[in-house]
T-cell receptor, first 114, second 118 residues
């Protein structure tokens, strides 16, 4: 099992450019999440998908869109990148089931917007 | 909404010594999980330890243990016999144990950078 994979690992954009961050999991998990990590602020939830076909806003959704393409894949799109979106982005997934289930994280994408 | 606060931006410890990282949280829920995650320079998020709120007994995982004070909403991490490989950013995190669409959402603290001196 590859777990949670993210592409790309690094990306540099110019202000106004668009791009899509890809995330895939092979653990048959129901729910998937996008977080951003900024210095001094920890990780903050951008969007999440409780199950295939549903998406919801998290704490910091402005400037982003998401697509739950199928059960495996959950992408994050920046339509017009801004320097404030310079961050490290993490995708995560979890199985929705009774009791405790561990959340698994991808390796992260470091995005710089110039 | 839940909040998690880590008031120590940086901590340091001598190899083989013990260090405690602090975390406080705020919630109106009674059923939840608390976590400590380790993030080394590789950026990978590694689960160190978890605590279920309904359990009074403090969780332990080898050299890692927690002091969970539910009434005070405090959740500290103690690392015993510190090793050079423990050097990393540590995050405290909260997750509701209830179901619904918010299942699995994590709320993180700001993080504490731990330096281990040889």
């Amino acid at each position: 099992n590859a777990g949670v994979t993210q592409t790309p690992k690094f990306q540099v954009l110019k202000t106004g450019q668009s791009m899509t961050l890809q995330c895939a999991q092979d653990m048959n998990h129901n729910s998937m999440y996008w977080y951003r990590q900024d210095p001094g602020m920890g990780l903050r939830l951008i969007y999440y998908s409780a199950s295939e076909g549903t998406t919801d806003k998290g704490e910091v959704p402005n400037g982003y869109n998401v697509s739950r393409l199928n059960k495996r894949e959950f992408s994050l799109r920046l339509e017009s990148a801004a320097p404030s979106q310079t961050s490290v982005y993490f995708c995560a997934s979890i199985r929705r089931d009774r009791g405790y289930n561990e959340q698994f994280f991808g390796p992260g994408t470091r995005l710089t917007v110039l | 909404a839940q909040t998690v606060t880590q008031s120590q931006p940086e901590m340091s410890v001598q190899e083989a010594e013990t260090v405690t990282l602090s975390c406080t949280y705020d919630t109106s829920e009674s059923d939840y999980y608390l976590f400590w995650y380790k993030q080394p320079p590789s950026r990978q998020m590694i689960l160190v330890i978890r605590q279920e709120a309904y359990k009074q007994q403090n969780a332990t995982e080898n050299r890692f243990s927690v002091n969970f004070q539910k009434a005070a909403k405090s959740f500290s991490l103690k690392i015993s016999d510190s090793q050079l490989g423990d050097a990393a950013m540590y995050f405290c995190a909260y997750r509701s144990a209830t179901g619904g669409t918010s299942y699995g959402k994590l709320t993180f603290g700001q993080g504490t950078i731990l330096t281990v001196h040889p």
